[in-house]
C-alpha cells in the first residue's frame, strides 16, 4: 500500500513540476511503529475504561486498528 501511494504522489509530484521525496519505511521501522502504536493504543483503550473518559477509549481503539494496518504492511513488505 505504501508503495502504491508513493507512486501516486511522484506521478502528481510529476504533473505539478515539483520535488518531493517520500520515504520508503524499512519492515523493522513498519514492526516498530506498529508495536508502539499497539502499546499506547492499549493504554487509552484502558484508562477510557477505567476513566468516564470515552474520547480515549475511541483513540486507543484507533490506535491498536492502526497497529493490525502496520503489521500486515510490514508482512506485505517483506514478501514483495
Known amino acids: 500500500m505504501i508503495k502504491e501511494v508513493n ?3 511522484e506521478k502528481l509530484n510529476n504533473t505539478l513540476g515539483i520535488s518531493v521525496a517520500l520515504p520508503n519505511p524499512k519492515k523493522k521501522t513498519l514492526k ?3 508495536v508502539c ?4 493504543g492499549a493504554g487509552l ?3 477510557g475504561i477505567v476513566f468516564p473518559s470515552k474520547c480515549c477509549a475511541i483513540l486507543g481503539g484507533i490506535g491498536v486498528i492502526s497497529s ?13
Open 32 to 34: 516498530t511503529a506498529a
Open 7 to 9: 507512486q501516486a504522489c
Open 37 to 40: 502504536n499497539f502499546i499506547v
Open 45 to 47: 483503550v484502558a484508562a
Open 68 to 80: 493490525c494496518v502496520l503489521q500486515k504492511e510490514s508482512k506485505y513488505t517483506d514478501k514483495h
